[in-house]
């Protein structure tokens, strides 16, 4: 017979092993929990080139994970994100990611990946209108970054900028330079980029002809690297270039190709870029179609969600009596919103001078070196 002692040391040891056994299952599932972060992440990443919609989906799909996830999966998770958003144009949820990146600056992922977080943020007040402030969060981006990848990067989307903002000697200067580095570091997706670019800076001044070898050449760039949202991007573009050409047999034999690789109600950006694409080919076609036209145009402009598209835009919709209004100069130099007071680490008013260039020689790299 079992003495009170006896059964007092049995309940203990019972209660000890049960405690083990509960903190073991916890422990095993905190394990699985991270696991499952990993991996999402991982994937998402995998699609992000290739189809950012669907990293998109599994980040969305997945977002009560981020509940569990370690501030480093965090920051991880949301810079996925920024860059997903970047590639399809969905300015809420580069705003989103931008301002969730914010909150984790001390972080060590967020401070390895400041010049790229920067970038985007250039990306989000540049597509908003916000011009000189995106300009001040390009060359922030370059202080803090020693890659001349990086330094390229910042050059293209300068280059951006300066066309948006009418400096077209400035933005041809600064494609120029970046193409020379591009080049030399052998970073081809750039170079697909660049020539996408210099598309918009001859549409801008009137060379169509020069913008259609230039969109042709960074179509056919993006096909052999895979890069579909660079494909559908620079197809449009050179469809804008056919329209402005009035070339209607062009345009008709690449529309096809350009609804095989949109997804619908993924692509939104884009697909509502093609619709207006499309609508102004109609009235070109058949001029009876001028106010369906409009109304196609009105309901798709604002998901384009891209201030310099509008620009490009513009004139060709104003030949077929549709007016853009577009941000004032005075817009485009003040933006102090919480994203500004979020990333204090730059200087953003001695980032909004003129002197850029002096920047970038200051932070020339000897690429040889790296």
Same mark, same amino acid.
């Given at each position: ?160 900028? *300066?066309? @948006? ?5 400035? %933005?041809?200067?600064?494609? &120029? /330079?970046?193409?020379? #580095?591009?080049?030399? +570091? ?33 179509? *056919?760039? @993006? ?5 579909? %949202?660079?494909?559908?991007? &620079? /197809?449009?573009?050179? #469809?804008?270039?056919? +329209? ?48 369906? /036209? ?6 798709? +402009? ?69």
């Amino acid at each position: 017979m079992l003495t009170g002692a006896v059964l007092k040391k049995g309940f203990l040891l019972l209660s000890l092993i049960g405690m083990i056994s509960v903190n073991s299952h916890s422990h095993y599932q905190d394990v699985s929990s991270i696991d499952r972060i990993e991996h999402v992440i991982n994937e998402a990443e995998d699609h992000l080139r290739v189809l950012p919609e669907k990293t998109i989906s599994l980040l969305e799909n997945n977002s009560p994970l981020l509940a569990i996830a370690t501030p480093e999966q965090a920051s991880a998770w949301h810079l996925t994100a920024m860059l997903s958003a970047i590639q399809v144009s969905d300015l809420d949820l580069l705003n989103q990611s931008l301002y969730a990146l914010s909150e984790l600056k001390e972080t060590e992922y967020f401070n390895q990946h400041l010049a790229k977080i920067l970038r985007g943020l250039g990306v989000w007040m540049r597509r908003s209108g916000h011009l000189t402030a995106a300009k001040a969060g390009y060359l922030c981006s370059i202080d803090y970054s020693d890659s001349p990848k990086d330094k390229v990067i910042a050059m293209i989307n300068l280059g951006v900028v *300066e066309r @948006n903002l009418g400096n077209l000697v400035y %933005s041809n200067n600064m494609y &120029t /330079a970046a193409k020379e #580095l591009a080049v030399e +570091l052998e970073e081809y997706e750039f170079l697909a980029i660049i020539e996408n670019n210099l598309g918009t800076l001859a549409i801008t001044e009137q060379r169509y002809k020069d913008a259609q070898q230039h969109f042709a050449k960074a179509l *056919e760039m @993006n096909q052999y690297l895979n890069r579909r %949202s660079g494909e559908v991007l &620079t /197809a449009n573009n050179l #469809l804008l270039s056919f +329209l402005y050409q009035n070339e209607t047999l062009l345009f008709q034999r690449l529309q096809s190709r350009v609804k095989r690789l949109l997804i619908p109600g993924k692509d939104s950006a884009r697909e509502a870029y093609f619709k207006i694409l499309q609508a102004v080919h109609q009235v070109q076609v058949a001029p009876s179609t001028l106010e369906n /036209a409009h109304q196609i145009i009105a309901g798709n +402009l604002p998901l384009v969600n891209d201030k310099g598209i509008h620009g490009l835009l513009q004139p060709l919709l104003a030949g077929i009596e549709y007016q853009i209004s577009l941000p004032t100069n005075a817009q485009n130099q003040r933006y102090n919103g919480v994203l500004v007071q979020q990333f204090s680490m730059c200087d953003w008013q001695k980032y909004s001078q003129d002197n850029y260039l002096a920047v970038l020689k200051s932070k020339d790299k000897d690429t040889s070196t790296n």
